[in-house]
């Protein structure tokens, strides 16, 4: 069983930045892959930025220049540094752990709201 503990979610003007950051339970190179996904009310959720065992790191085409997905060995956690952020950017963000199982594990989501 793996726990995921999101944080850094809030409220940013348009053009502003976050930085989520989200901490493991288990050590995060027991993942096949560590996660950024989002969704908005009446929406799907949807993949925002992956980052596999092997460092490989894949982004959403909405989010391509703007987001960075990065990790710590040693903290254990999972980042997501968003900038240049725009109001159709606002959701809940969770993060995801998917094991080499192939059991997907979830956060309980941080809320970004991006609003003048």
């Known amino acids: 069983q793996v726990q995921l503990v999101e944080s850094g979610g809030g409220l940013v003007q348009p053009g502003g930045s976050l930085r989520l950051s989200c901490a493991a339970s288990?050590?995060?190179?027991?993942?096949?892959?560590l996660g950024w996904y989002r969704q908005i009310p009446g929406k799907p959720r949807e993949l925002v930025a992956r980052?596999?065992?092997?460092?490989?790191?894949n982004y959403a085409d909405f989010v391509k220049g703007r987001f960075t997905i990065s990790r710590d060995s040693a903290k254990n956690t999972v980042d997501l540094q968003m900038n240049s952020l725009k109001p159709e950017d606002t959701a809940v963000y969770y993060c995801?752990?998917?094991?080499?199982?192939?059991?997907?594990?979830w956060g309980q989501g941080t809320q970004v709201t991006v609003s003048s």
């Open positions: 995801n752990f998917w094991s080499r199982t192939s059991v997907n594990y």
């Open positions: 980052i596999g065992y092997s460092g490989t790191r």
């Open positions: 288990g050590s995060i190179f027991s993942a096949n892959a």
